[in-house]
């Protein structure tokens, strides 16, 4: 089970399902209600468009340099060509932070869409974290499910990607009925809530939209598993980011509009789909395609967190167990089994953890996204021949203008800003995470030094 090689098994399709499957999972059935209480109606809309713009334009620095070094690791690859090894490190380390806290927001939302079904589904309760109680039940199901997903990602990216499909094509349906429910009742739609709460709702909103997109870098990751030619994985990259631009942009408006009282619902998108569908089967349809969204993002981000611990361990930055692949299957077992060990734990930390998650993992994301810019900048300055079977639109200035646009959005989860993050939940995360990578740094400079 020792060789290193993985097997380009997945098609053009797995491809595109993988990243834009990511990027929509459940986050829209559970957090759209925040995005509107925090922004109002329309200043949700804008921070959507503000950063899905900002999104698209990193994204296209992702589609040349993933078709130009198609490998496994994505970000560790580029980052370590254009500045060297401890720069990857810091960049991918980053990243892997945002993967594992994808998983662990899955694996704590499952128990939540199944409780807003199943309201005594709450039983047996454990603990109390932030004031939240967190159930038996809930942590069982939560760590079930990641065991089964763990396994199924063992036994193959084919497999693991072609059920992505099936599930994504479910939630397609699930939005349109949604989004259909509110063209079809146009003259019912509320306008009584608030449509601005200020720009200080609209940052608050804007960085959550990295961990919303995160996802189309997965595809990057995965690169090396890719069956079609460079060019393509590029394509289906961008393809995939601006159809989920679209899909949230629709979302944020029709649950917005919405006739449903805004104050007592728990689950906005459900009830926005009860309301214009005057039925309760129309909101538990699309928490069912929600918990089906929830499968899909935990799917792609332990295939891309994993390749991402692969790729360091296939560097020397990470022990080297974690570079192993299965003899049989093809994948990076136990860098599956470790990102997997994140979704079971996580249940354990309550509901209340996912703001946290969302918050603290968008700073992760951001900071390799800027590495990203920064690495396609170099590359095409000391680089101009390398050779670009997807070629971004723009050029030099796509990437400084991807730059700019990151630094834009880290910057607002500093201190001083009105959306900065909070200590010590989400500032004590990333101290740990960084903690962690710190001690993997000087164990891998100890070992080239023996």
């Known amino acids: 089970m020792s060789k290193s090689n993985l097997k380009r098994v997945l098609s053009s399709a797995d491809t595109f399902f993988l990243g834009f499957g990511a990027m929509i999972g459940w986050s ?39 078709s130009a070094m ?9 980052t370590a060509r254009a500045f060297g090894s401890l720069h990857s490190f810091i960049c991918t380390w980053a990243l892997i932070f945002g993967y594992v806290s994808v998983v662990a927001f899955e694996a704590i939302a499952l128990p939540v869409a199944v409780t807003y079904i199943f309201p005594a589904f709450k039983i047996y309760p454990l603990w109390s974290v932030a004031g939240s109680q967190v159930y038996g039940s809930e942590v069982a199901l939560g760590a079930m499910t990641g065991i089964l997903i763990t396994g199924l990602n063992i036994l193959g990216v084919r497999l693991a990607a072609r059920i992505q499909m099936g599930i994504v094509l479910l939630i397609l349906i699930a939005g349109a009925l949604l989004v259909t429910g509110g063209i079809v009742n146009l003259d019912a739609l509320d306008t009584s809530a608030p449509m601005w709460t200020g720009f200080s709702g609209v940052f608050a909103v804007i960085i959550m939209v990295p961990f919303m997109f995160v996802g189309f870098d997965v595809i990057p990751q995965s690169a090396e598993e890719v069956n079609m030619p460079p060019r393509t994985i590029g ?24 006739p449903f009282d805004k104050n007592t619902s728990t689950l906005f998108a459900a009830d926005a789909a009860g309301a214009y569908w005057h039925s309760k089967s129309a909101a538990a349809f699309l928490v069912f395609a929600g918990i089906g969204g929830i499968v899909t993002s935990w799917n792609a ?29 093809g994948t990076p077992w136990p860098a599956i089994i ?11 930390l309550g509901r209340n953890a996912l ?18 810019a920064a690495s396609f900048i170099r590359l095409r300055r000391v680089e101009p021949d ?23 959005i880290f910057v607002l989860y500093l201190p001083g800003s009105p959306a900065a993050l909070k200590w010590p939940q989400e500032w004590g995360m990333l101290l740990v995470w960084g903690i962690v990578g710190v001690v993997f740094v000087v164990m891998g400079r100890n070992n080239r030094s023996s």
């Not at 703001?355 to 990203?372: K, P």
């Open 28 to 66: 829209w059935v559970i957090l759209a209600g925040v995005w509107i209480a925090k922004a109002g109606v329309l200043g949700a809309g804008l921070a959507f468009l503000v950063g899905s713009i900002a999104i698209t334009v990193i994204g296209f620095t992702y589609a040349e340099l993933a």
């Open 355 to 372: 703001t946290w998650i969302v918050n603290a993992g968008g700073f992760g994301i951001v900071i390799a996204y800027l590495y990203v």
């Open 386 to 408: 390398m050779e670009r079977p997807y070629a971004a639109p723009g050029g030099m200035v796509t990437g400084i203008a991807a730059f700019i646009l990151g630094l834009a």
């Open 235 to 258: 394509q289906a990259l961008v393809g995939s980011i601006l159809l989920a631009v679209v899909f949230y942009l629709l979302i944020v408006m029709t649950v917005g509009y919405a």
């Open 301 to 329: 981000f332990l295939i891309g967190g994993s390749r991402a611990v692969f790729a360091l361990a296939r560097s020397g930055q990470l022990p080297s167990v974690l570079g192993k692949v299965h003899a049989r299957y």
């Open 70 to 78: 198609p490998v496994a690791g994505g970000e560790h690859k580029y």
């Open 338 to 348: 470790l990102i997997g060990i994140f979704s079971i734990l996580a249940p354990m």
